[in-house]
C-alpha cells in the first residue's frame, strides 16, 4: 500500500519562497506527482519526476528523492492567486495515490 | 480539445436514497478514474478501469457502490442505498496510459458534489 504524508496548512506571504513537503512510503513506486487544487475546483497537473533531482518549471519546481522517500514542490514569487490546495500523488505499479493535500494560504 | 466531463454537478439526496454519476472522458483516453474527495482530504481512489477492464477497485465499498464502463468510453458510478458519510464529490479522471508503470497525466473533471441528508 501507499503511506503519504504532507502539512495540512501552511501560510506565506505574496512575494515570498514557500517549500511544501511530501514524504511517502510505498510499496511500488514509478513517479510522483504534485497537483494543484483551487477551493471548489478540480485538481490541476503541475509537475510530474521520475528521477532524483529537481524539475524547474517556470516559478515552480518540484524536487524528488527516491531513496529517502521525499519530494517537495517550491513555489517562488508567491502571487496570491497561488492561495489553494497542493497535492502530492504517488505513482504505483498501476495507479495513483493522493496524499491529504496542503492548503497554502497567501496573505498581501 | 473537450475536458473530461461529469453530470450532475450537485446533487441532494436523502439516506438511503440511490444516485448515479455520468463521465464522458477525454476522446481516446484509454484509462479512466473515479475518486471520492471529502471536504479537506485528498482524493481517494474508487475504481480504475483501463479500456472496459477493472484494473483496480480494491477501495471501492461493493456493498453499495457500482461502477461501470461500457465500450471503453463513459462511465456511470452509482451508489445505492447513499449514507451520510457519501457526502463528498466525486471526480472523474482520464489519462492516455497504456499499462502498468505508465499513469500519465490525469485530466479531471469538474466533479460531481453529492450531499446526503
Redesign the interface.
Known sequence: GQN?DQPTEMTATEGAIVQINCTYQTSGF??L?W?QQHAG?????LS?NVLDGLEEKGRFSSFLSRSKGYSYLLLKELQMKDSASY?C?V?G?????????TMLLVSP | EAGVAQSPRYKIIEKRQSVAFWCNPISGHATLYWYQQILGQGPKLLIQFQNNGVVDDSQLPKDRFSAERLKGVDSTLKIQPAKLEDSAVYLCASSSAGGLGDTGELFFGEGSRLTVL
Not at chain 1, 505499479?93 to 493535500?101: I, R, V
Request: proline share 4%.
Open positions: 503519504i514509478n513517479g506527482f497537483y475546483e478540480a485538481p490541476t497537473f510530474y497535492l500523488a505513482e505499479y498501476s495507479t495513483l495515490t493522493f496524499g491529504k493535500g
